[in-house]
């Protein structure tokens, strides 16, 4: 049986060129298979944006691109993004890091990088992508789906438990959620098979927040995340005066424990 060629990247054009990928239909089951083309930015393209944690870059799987029956290596994480986010009857145009930019060419790297802000502002909505299911949640993402007030009337704290159990999932620790989220025209958070907007999911988190200040008293602080959003987003919406030297440094000082594989990507994410 002859061996399967590895999908080869085309050069992009100058300017402000970027891939994004179709994704086609099928079910739970199905192997995944994608297309890549070259899209515009000035061209008002339409496509989502993924936002998601890479996990181990050496456990990968290949992926069929329909280019000449290629493959293309990813990480288990991407792939396991990509089944969830596929629909069955209808094809879905991304973009996704791993997957749309070459990231065996230094120099495209540092270009895309810098385009970054753009395609995450320009998406029709940004996908975060927290993982893979497990027991707990779903129990977190049905609280937020439903009725919070009649649930914690029932007196039931595994919703709550579960929300912390979230929140404290690899993707809240990355540096570049900053620029992902905040520049986003809308967000959705996915994880398994359930979806729920980014506006549910930050009051359901600062509610939960909130009751554990009262039952366990104390000077708890809201989620970092949701701190690192708010902050992120006055600053660069201008309700933070640029003036004001300390500004990003503050921002700066609060965003030190979250995790970059370049630590000059904690300016870069910024930007």
């Not at 929140?167 to 398994?192: D, K, M, S």
């Not at 700066?252 to 990507?265: E, I």
Request: with cysteine; glycine share 4%.
């Amino acid at each position: 049986m002859a061996s399967q060629r590895h999908y080869q990247y085309r050069p992009l054009e100058k300017g402000r060129c970027i891939r994004l990928l179709r994704l086609e239909p099928g079910d739970a089951a199905a192997a995944q298979k994608i297309s890549i083309f070259h899209a515009d930015l000035d061209q008002q393209a339409t496509y989502e944006a993924l936002s998601y944690t890479w996990g181990d870059p050496d456990d990968t799987t290949l992926i069929s691109c329909t280019e000449e029956g290629s493959t293309l290596a990813v990480t288990r994480n991407c792939e396991a993004a990509l089944r969830s986010l596929r629909l069955e009857y209808e094809e879905r145009t991304l973009w996704i890091d791993a997957i749309c930019i070459d990231q065996s060419n230094v120099d495209e790297r540092g270009q895309q990088v810098r385009l970054m802000s753009d395609i995450y502002k320009q998406a029709q909505q940004v996908i975060a992508y927290l993982g893979e299911a497990s027991h707990d949640s779903q129990v977190g993402m049905d609280f937020i789906l439903h009725d919070l007030q009649a649930i914690s009337a029932a007196g039931e704290d595994r919703p709550s438990m579960a929300i912390d159990h979230i929140l404290t999932r690899p993707y809240f620790e990355r540096i570049w959620i900053i620029q992902e989220i905040v520049f986003a025209r809308q967000v959705n958070i996915v994880l398994g098979d359930r979806t729920v907007d980014w506006e549910a999911f930050k009051r359901t988190a600062y509610y939960v927040d909130i009751n554990k200040q009262v039952l366990l008293g104390g000077d708890r602080k809201p989620p970092r995340v949701l701190k690192y959003k708010d902050r992120a987003t006055s600053f660069t919406s201008g309700k933070v005066s640029t003036s004001k030297p300390d500004a990003l440094l503050e921002l700066l000082r609060d965003m030190r424990m979250c995790k970059a594989t370049d630590p000059r990507d904690k300016i870069h994410a910024l930007l």
